[in-house]
T-cell receptor, first 110, second 114 residues
């Protein structure tokens, strides 16, 4: 079945530092999304990026489809960025399955 | 537009009870997903509907978990009978038709089975 591996499992930064999160997947993905989940909160979509590079605010995602990997770069981290970042892929047309990685837990300290 | 609405936000059940969780997807969305989230297993797919048709029933969850979508704007997840290991957060998500589209999640229902 599809596997999504995220690294690192956890990351601790000082405010202002940059973060680089990785997502590797075992199957061809027609869609890839990065989600943010605050402690005790629900999931919020950050970026949809099945290929190439996309930016939004302080976030940059780069997906290399043929190498089955994606990264999420957070620049100038803030304490409010603390939480879990999840990568999810979807494959197929018609019916499809969305599979999530186990996430990277980010803690940004002041 | 309203997002995905899940009720109740919290549920406490005794072992063996039947509980029903509810979800209203984003208006106009054709795809609806039910997930279970635990710290150990992460997010696990329970059911997936496309235009009210069940596309994926989550395999291992079939025996006590039943999701239904009687109309395009409402879905239920029934757990019968509940077991303590069912304690988790249950998340509902919806998306417009098409694999390219963004998933929108509800706030979830936190279930505790005693």
């Amino acid at each position: 079945g599809q596997q999504v591996q995220q690294s690192p499992a956890s990351l601790v930064l000082q405010e202002g530092e940059n973060a680089e999160l990785q997502c590797n997947f075992s199957s061809t993905a027609t869609q890839l999304q990065w989600f943010y989940q605050s402690p005790g909160g629900s999931l919020v979509s950050l970026l949809s990026n099945p290929s190439g590079t996309k930016h939004t605010g302080r976030l940059t995602s780069t997906t290399v489809t043929k190498e089955r990997r994606s990264s999420l770069h957070i620049s100038s981290s803030q304490t409010t960025d603390s939480g879990t970042y999840l990568c999810a892929i979807a494959t197929g047309t018609g019916g499809y399955k969305v599979v999530f990685g186990s996430g990277t837990r980010l803690l940004v300290s002041p | 537009d309203a997002g995905v609405t899940q009720t109740p936000r919290h549920e406490v059940a005794e072992k063996g009870q039947t509980i029903i969780l509810k979800c209203e997807p984003v208006s106009g969305h054709n795809d609806l997903f039910w997930y279970r989230q635990t710290k150990i297993q992460g997010l696990e797919l329970l059911s997936y509907f496309r235009s009210k048709s069940l596309m994926e029933d989550g395999g291992a969850f079939k025996d006590r978990f039943k999701a239904e979508m009687l109309n395009s704007s409402f879905s239920t997840l029934k757990i019968q009978p509940t077991e303590p290991k069912d304690s988790a957060v249950y998340l509902c998500a919806s998306s417009s038709l098409g694999v390219q589209n963004t998933l929108y999640f509800g706030a979830g229902t936190r279930l505790s089975v005693l």
